[in-house]
């Protein structure tokens, strides 16, 4: 089977990120930027099905600038066959991407498509299921193990209060959570090698979708400083600020 | 006008307590609230919804194809619903964050996730980047989406007298998924994560699942507590999937966030920075979590969590 895994650029999550004093944005000096780590996940997961033999060929595909070549080529160099650089003159939005990748679905005909289930910079867990509703498929989100089963793929999630397997039709979307796999590590001689394959690049104006942003992002602030704590030397001083918080304090009272 | 169908988090039987709390944030919406309770065999909930301070409408979709929640079914049907509603309001917990956008992809609407704030109608807060942006986001689709961070908010009190119940008929079955297996595990009295008062978390500085159980649950219980971890101790195996607090797991905001044996990690802090007070116990006395809390205390766990059950009189 044809997997199709979109890829997103993200900042490096290790990175604490800074807004610029006049609320307008992030302060993008001095940032260091990656895959989105559940996207890491999501291609770690298609080449171990190629490995296994269950799939043909991995197909990512980044939404973006010129910038996002990097990460596209960084998954080349994990091992995916073929890239596609979707060209946009404007930041997208999950609406828009989904519409996006949707067109390039129908174009490649994957099997599965497997993807982050949240992207760490904008945290808003929104485009793979979007995408899922757009091309009428069954979704598996939060995927902690999955299986291909004849024409079927059974799905393990992680829900509030456990676990929930949940057996899909092919075609399928499933976004993948930390559990799934450990993605492996780049090698030198394949990150040698992906700087010589092509990255395939279409024009967003091409899809003839409406991939334009709709929300207008006012502000973006710090959140509130906490004033600094006071350290405790004892067990019975700590105490002494918990009890307040015990359940029955006020009838002890 | 202006009308918000608020889509209930529910397991059949009961109404969760998740669904109070999105009711509170709907308040300054100033709007007529209806709630949609849809699933299979799931009148109680119903009847608990209906008794709701604010609630309007009880709207109730029963049909055997709704029983296991699955998204593609109950997307389809919720899709009609939204047309004649201003807001359509979900949890930002397992439920709504699966639903809500796929629901929104439908309408052809860009929804926002995990709202902090309703600050107008067509303007909400959300925090992005492990909590280290708030964003003030302007949306002009005709139908606002949101899903909310429940922990966010009070829950809603039960109202003087029960709202109307009104079925509606079923959708569509789609056909296309179907539930294998469920695992899930008994959480007895123990509130849910986001809606508990106190919540006492353990790290991977705990070392076991082990210590988990002897040390941490026992202190937990103490204070009527939901138990919490890090990612890293869900990795570990030391710790339930769905304990797990931070950027990529669950946001909390209780009275008192209790961390034991924790880092302070950027990604968990994203998960419980607005707790009301939060207090450390860690062997190191450098970790950042220190950093963050109120009170602080250095040792190891295993010494100190006896103690304090002691002398909190456990």
Not at chain 1, 19 to 44: C, H, Q, T, W
Not at chain 2, 211 to 216: N, S, V
Request: hydrophobic letters at 45%.
């Amino acid at each position: 089977m044809k997997i199709l895994v979109p890829v997103k650029r993200v900042v490096d999550h290790e990175i604490r990120v800074r807004v610029k004093p006049d609320g307008s944005g992030l302060d993008e000096s001095g940032l260091r930027y990656a895959m989105n780590p559940f996207d890491e996940i999501a291609l770690e997961e298609a080449l171990r099905l190629r490995e296994a033999g269950i799939c043909s060929e991995i197909v990512i595909a980044s939404c973006g600038d010129a910038a996002v070549q990097d990460t596209l080529r960084h998954g080349l160099a994990l091992g995916a066959d073929r890239a596609i650089r979707i060209d946009t003159p404007v930041t997208l939005q999950p609406l828009g991407v989904a519409k996006l990748l949707k067109a390039l679905a129908l174009q490649e005909a994957p099997q599965l498509i497997l993807m982050g289930k949240q992207a760490t910079d904008s945290d808003a867990a929104q485009t793979g299921p979007m995408l899922a509703a757009m091309l009428g498929w069954p979704q598996g989100c939060f995927a902690s193990a999955l299986s291909v089963k004849a024409d079927r793929v059974e799905v393990r999630r992680e829900i509030d209060g456990g676990l929930e397997t949940l057996s899909l039709s092919l075609p399928a979307l499933v976004t993948t959570d930390l559990r799934l796999n450990l993605p492996r590590f780049v090698t030198l001689a394949n990150t040698m090698k992906a700087r010589r394959k092509t990255i395939e690049l279409m024009p967003a104006e091409s899809f003839g979708v409406d991939f334009m942003p709709r929300l207008r992002v006012l502000r973006s602030e710090a959140p509130p400083e906490r004033l600094p704590g006071e350290m405790l030397d004892s067990v019975s001083a700590l105490a002494g600020r918990l009890k307040p918080f015990l359940a029955d304090a006020e009838a002890q009272a | 006008m202006m009308r918000t169908l608020l889509v209930a988090d529910h397991d059949n039987r009961k109404l969760s307590p998740l669904a109070a709390r999105v009711l509170t944030a709907a308040r300054p919406l100033d709007a007529p609230v209806d709630v949609l309770v849809i699933g299979h065999g799931c009148d109680a909930v119903a009847d608990a919804a209906a008794l709701l301070t604010g609630v309007s409408r009880v709207r109730l979709l029963d049909a055997p194809h709704y029983a296991d929640l699955l998204a593609e079914n109950l997307a389809m049907v919720i899709a009609q619903l939204a047309g004649s509603y201003s807001h359509v309001l979900f949890s930002a917990s397992s439920f709504g964050k699966a639903l809500a956008p796929r629901v929104a992809a439908m309408l052809d609407v860009a929804p926002v996730s995990g709202v902090t704030r309703i600050l107008a109608p067509d303007c909400f807060q959300r925090p992005s980047h492990a909590g280290n942006v708030i964003e003030t986001v302007q949306c002009d689709e005709p139908v606002r989406l949101l899903s909310i961070h429940a922990a966010a908010f009070e829950p809603a009190a039960a109202g003087p007298a029960p709202a109307t119940i009104s079925e509606l008929p079923a959708g569509p079955d789609m056909g296309v998924s179907q539930v294998v297996s469920r695992e899930l595990h008994d959480t007895g009295s123990r509130p849910p994560l986001e809606a508990a008062r106190v919540v006492v978390s353990g790290g991977r500085g705990l070392g076991s699942a082990e210590a988990f159980e002897r040390l941490l649950l026992p202190l937990a219980d103490r204070f009527g507590a939901a138990p919490a971890a890090t990612r890293a101790a869900v990795d570990a195996g030391f710790a339930p999937n769905d304990w797990q607090v931070g950027q990529t797991g669950k946001t909390v905001e209780p009275e008192l966030y209790l961390a034991v044996g924790i880092s302070g990690a950027l990604q968990h802090l994203s998960g419980m920075r607005n707790a009301g007070c939060i207090v450390a116990i860690n062997k190191d006395p450098e970790a950042e979590i220190f950093r963050h809390a109120d009170f602080g205390l250095v040792g190891e766990a295993a010494e100190i969590l006896p103690q304090l059950l002691a002398e909190l009189g456990g």
